[in-house]
């Protein structure tokens, strides 16, 4: 075996098409773009032009708006936070924040906050400090021996406060 006998396997590289190189290349003449006007040329296309009539998205009405000053929460129920105390990963006497639910992968990231739902059962009696939460969220914490803390939600560093 020499260095000069390494090569790669039949069919493993594939030339590319080289365009306009002759009636007998297939690719030739056109190019494989038909005939004249503005679709053989380069750079243009229209797209959406329905031949003058007006196009679709011209013809539909404008809908809703995008809030870009909406909060984005990661929610989490009850039934995920009981399951991670049960397997250890979370500390039922510690205070449980967003940090400590990243940091025990019950969520994967906080965003801009977490917001707690009432899914499933709690039998842990837990001091958590969320964003959000809902009524049936807060009354199973608290049937439960437990408090919820409501923050603020965590403002951008640009934002004069």
């Known amino acids: 075996m020499k260095l000069s006998d390494i090569a790669d396997n039949a069919g493993a590289r594939k030339k590319r098409m080289r365009v306009g ?25 229209i797209k959406g032009f329905e031949g003058g009539q007006m196009p679709m998205h011209r013809r539909l009405p404008k809908r809703g708006f995008n809030n870009i000053f909406a909060l984005d929460f990661v929610e989490i129920n009850l039934d995920r936070i009981q399951q991670a105390i049960d397997a250890k990963k979370l500390d039922a006497g510690s205070v449980i924040n967003a940090e400590s639910l990243v940091k025990s992968g019950a969520l994967r990231r906080a965003k801009d906050g977490v917001r707690l739902l009432g899914r499933g059962e709690l039998t842990a009696k837990i001091n958590i400090e969320v964003h959000g939460a809902s009524k049936s969220a807060i009354a199973a914490v608290e049937k439960a021996g437990g408090t919820v803390k409501l923050l603020a939600p965590a403002k951008d560093e640009g934002e004069a406060a």
């Not at 007998?24 to 750079?43: E, I, L, V, Y």
């Open 21 to 45: 190189r002759g009636i007998g290349s297939g690719k030739g003449k056109t190019s494989g773009r038909g005939g004249k006007g503005q679709t053989a040329r380069s750079g243009v296309r």
